[in-house]
């Protein structure tokens, strides 16, 4: 999609979606978008055609757009993405912490050479991202932390060093986010167990524990699979 105005639309429809302001089943209309844009419908429609492709609006014949709606298959699915990339970053996080010089040879070498700044920084914005939820809960404010959540799990990504894989792990944890927005007591009920497991996950991937740090966040997504599940067919979770 290279038309700017379509990009710009896409986005701001697709936050509009993943934060819930834009309920499932809810009529997407191009004359009143085209309206509230402050464009024509055509690039209206590119948005549309993209929001399809990425499972996030459905278009029907002679009826036009809606937002797409879920199922516990979809939470099945989506999870099960999930689990085989995010066990396989977190490993490769782990794999480098292990690999990584210490300070004491960082030190030693010609200037530091050995040193990775990108690494350390990923390492760093990782654990402002879990001080931040931990005064989220600490407040009570569940809207942040299912923002910091995001967060979390896309800078492990970064931190995995794997960078090629983080446009597919942005979308999978985008469409996460959006099912958490249709189910908010989730996020109350696993907010602080999730938060703790993020913590141990840190802690094995900065310890080189390739295996533990891969097996911890199967489990960590499992179990959040289950909740939401849960709560997307209306059982107590």
């Known amino acids: 999609m290279s038309d700017p105005a379509a990009l710009q639309i896409a986005e701001s429809l697709r936050e509009a979606i993943i934060t819930g302001a834009l309920a499932p089943g809810e009529r997407l209309r191009e004359v009143a978008l085209a309206t509230q844009f402050s464009t024509s419908r055509v690039p209206v429609r590119e948005a549309l055609r993209e929001l399809t492709a990425d499972g996030y609006v459905e278009l029907r014949p002679n009826a036009g757009a809606r937002v797409a709606q879920t199922t516990a298959a979809d939470v099945q699915v989506l999870f099960d993405m999930r689990i085989v990339l995010e066990a396989s970053l977190a490993r490769s996080a782990a794999e480098g912490a292990a690999t990584a010089p210490s300070p004491d040879d960082t030190a030693e070498g010609a200037g530091g050479g050995g040193a990775d700044p990108a690494r350390d920084a990923a390492r760093e914005a ?112």
């Open 126 to 237: 990782v654990r402002e991202i879990l001080a931040a939820g931990d005064a989220a809960i600490a407040a009570g404010d569940n809207e942040q932390l299912a923002a910091l959540n995001l967060r979390f799990h896309n800078a492990l990504g970064l931190l995995s060093g794997r960078t090629g894989f983080t446009g597919l792990l942005r979308q999978l944890t985008g469409r996460t986010q959006w099912l958490h927005s249709l189910t908010p007591a989730h996020l109350h009920q696993r907010g602080d167990a999730a938060w703790h497991e993020h913590w141990e996950i840190l802690a094995h991937i900065e310890s080189g524990e390739e295996d533990s740090a891969a097996a911890l966040m199967t489990r960590h997504l499992e179990r959040s699979r289950d909740a939401l599940m849960a709560r997307h067919r209306g059982a107590p979770a």
